[in-house]
């Protein structure tokens, strides 16, 4: 599937999953959760990418709440791009660009401005008490994410976004480690638009 192609080239270990938590705990994760992502309006850091070939890249990200992130490659010709209703996929090196509706991609859980998590997020085990490992996926979605949060006080509802595996429609699975990150700093408009590819030839 074009779309799980390349959205796995553009997409972010977790913790290793162990017993399931009891049900209490799992409630408290859930609502933990819950008033963390709503704590987070916006929030900007540095990622590393594997994808499923084991090839690494980095970059920096942005995201604000609702429906909006930037993940700008280093490399200076990738960016993926989400404006608050489409995910778009830009590759300035061949000229090209791919967008989805960003409600059929897992990421529209992570951005949504009200997270409705019944149904689409569930707490996994993990061998780490000081890791919250999450698996998002609404069944109207293509692939899936599984985040890894820590523990940390001093974050927003108590968690900060360690990173993700997202697993597309043919399992492949590509991982991002995030590092310097912030939440609630200022974050422009602006950084969700970007410059039409040109098509090489032109």
Do not use: C
Not at 83 to 112: E, M
Not at 138 to 151: C, N
Request: aromatic residues 6%; glycine residues 8%.
């Amino acid at each position: 599937m074009i779309f799980a192609t390349k959205l796995s080239r553009a997409l972010l270990p977790v913790a290793v999953i162990s017993a399931a938590p009891a049900l209490a705990a799992q409630s408290a994760d859930m609502a933990q959760l819950g008033s963390h992502l709503t704590a987070v309006k916006t929030m900007s850091a540095n990622f590393t990418q594997t994808d499923p070939r084991g090839r690494s890249a980095g970059g920096t990200l942005q995201l604000k709440r609702p429906g909006k992130v930037r993940f700008a490659y280093s490399s200076g010709d990738l960016l993926l791009v989400a404006d608050g209703s489409k995910l778009s996929f830009v590759d300035y090196q061949v000229g090209q660009k791919s967008s989805w509706p960003l409600s059929k991609t897992p990421l529209g859980v992570l951005l949504s401005g009200s997270p409705n998590l019944k149904g689409k997020a569930q707490i996994m085990p993990s061998t780490d008490p000081n890791v919250m490992v999450v698996r998002a996926r609404d069944p109207a979605q293509y692939g899936s994410l599984t985040l890894a949060f820590l523990r940390n006080g001093s974050a927003p509802g108590g968690l900060q976004l360690y990173g993700w595996t997202a697993i597309d429609a043919q399992n492949k699975r590509t991982t991002v480690k995030l590092s310097n990150v912030r939440y609630n700093v200022a974050v422009p408009d602006s950084a969700f638009t970007y410059a039409e590819p040109k098509k090489k030839g032109r």
